[in-house]
């Protein structure tokens, strides 16, 4: 089975820089997801972390450790759009590779 | 490029009714297609996945069931509706072990 456990709230400010962690169990790894949701609205795709390390991409980074089955998204220069949930997910093997979803942080940038 | 159409928006049903919400992707052919469900604050659950016409997996014990017709096309349905069926429904297709792209999702309130 899987576990995907992430904060449940974060506050952060404006123009700040906001870490968002994601641990995770799994029986066999096919990469990590992170999406954004904003209220009412579907998952938007983030990124994907596959290999150890930092993958860049403009504002948003997300870094991974297998070894340590640890995650996290960095935000940086936050903007008031940002506050949504963010979504930390894993595929399911035999679930046709079906993302399981951690509960989602649901972050609220402040002015 | 690809698109998923989801509808309808929004869906207020009494208890007791029958249930029927469509998804079609363009642009791409046998993906693979989830039905999750996210009640009020709580994470998305997988409902059904396919990985080929007329193929469906059911994820959780439920009075709903997921028919795929055509290739692209993806079908939730309910004879009787709950109470507890209220939540977002989202459709959402990828190739395995990719980023899954999500239609804008159902609304359903029972009533």
């Known amino acids: 089975g899987q576990n995907i456990d992430q904060p449940t709230e974060m506050t952060a400010t404006e123009g700040a820089i906001v870490q968002i962690n994601c641990t995770y169990q799994t029986s066999g790894f096919n990469g990590l997801f992170w999406y954004q949701q904003h209220a009412g609205e579907a998952p938007t795709f983030l990124s994907y972390n596959v290999l150890d390390g930092l993958e860049e991409k403009g504002r948003f980074s997300s870094f991974l450790s297998r070894s340590k089955g640890y995650s996290y998204l960095l935000l940086k220069e936050l903007q008031m759009k940002d506050s949504a949930s963010y979504l930390c997910?894993?595929?399911?093997?035999?679930?046709?590779?079906?993302?399981?979803f951690g509960k989602g942080t649901s972050l609220l940038v402040t002015p | 490029s690809q698109t998923i159409h989801q509808w309808p928006a929004t869906l207020v049903q009494p208890v007791g009714s029958p249930l029927s919400l469509e998804c079609t992707v363009e642009g791409t052919s046998n993906p693979n297609l989830y039905w999750y469900r996210q009640a009020a604050g709580r994470g998305l659950q997988l409902l059904f996945y396919?990985?080929?016409?007329?193929?469906i997996s059911s994820e959780v014990p439920q009075n709903l069931s997921a028919s795929r017709p055509q290739d692209r096309q993806f079908i939730l349905s309910s004879k009787k509706l709950l109470l507890s069926d209220s939540g977002f429904y989202l459709c959402a297709w990828s190739r395995a072990g990719a980023e899954a792209f999500f239609g804008q999702g159902t609304r359903l309130t029972v009533v």
């Open positions: 997910a894993v595929p399911t093997l035999d679930s046709g590779y079906a993302l399981n």
């Open positions: 396919s990985v080929g016409i007329g193929q």
